[in-house]
């Protein structure tokens, strides 16, 4: 049998280790970068939901407002919403939250 150096072993080891650690480092970054971007896209649409009520109680209709392009994100983002939602769900769960049955 080969002569095992503990030293040797434990190094690499170590190396091995530390590449796994690596990795996982690198997705709780991901992971925080997405929290991070998800948290300012929240404080984004808030102050588009605030600058949009400004906007109509300065006198501005909704129908002038999408004329102009700006339509209320809000509806939009709903309905964005919902057709993910949509897309996502198969045909069984489509039916069952809309009360009917498949056949």
């Known amino acids: 049998m080969a002569n095992l150096s503990i030293e040797q072993t434990q190094e690499q080891a170590r190396n091995l280790l530390n590449s ?41 209709s909704a129908d002038e407002l999408k004329k102009l392009g700006l339509e209320n994100s809000a509806a939009t983002t709903r309905r964005r919403n919902n057709r993910k939602q949509s897309a996502a769900l198969s045909p069984s769960d489509q039916a069952s939250t809309t009360g009917e049955e498949q056949e």
């Open 20 to 60: 796994r650690i690596e990795s996982v480092t690198a997705l709780v970054k991901a992971r925080q970068r997405i929290a991070d971007l998800q948290e300012q896209l929240a404080e984004a649409e808030k102050e588009d939901k605030r600058a949009y009520v400004r906007a109509t109680k300065d006198g501005w």
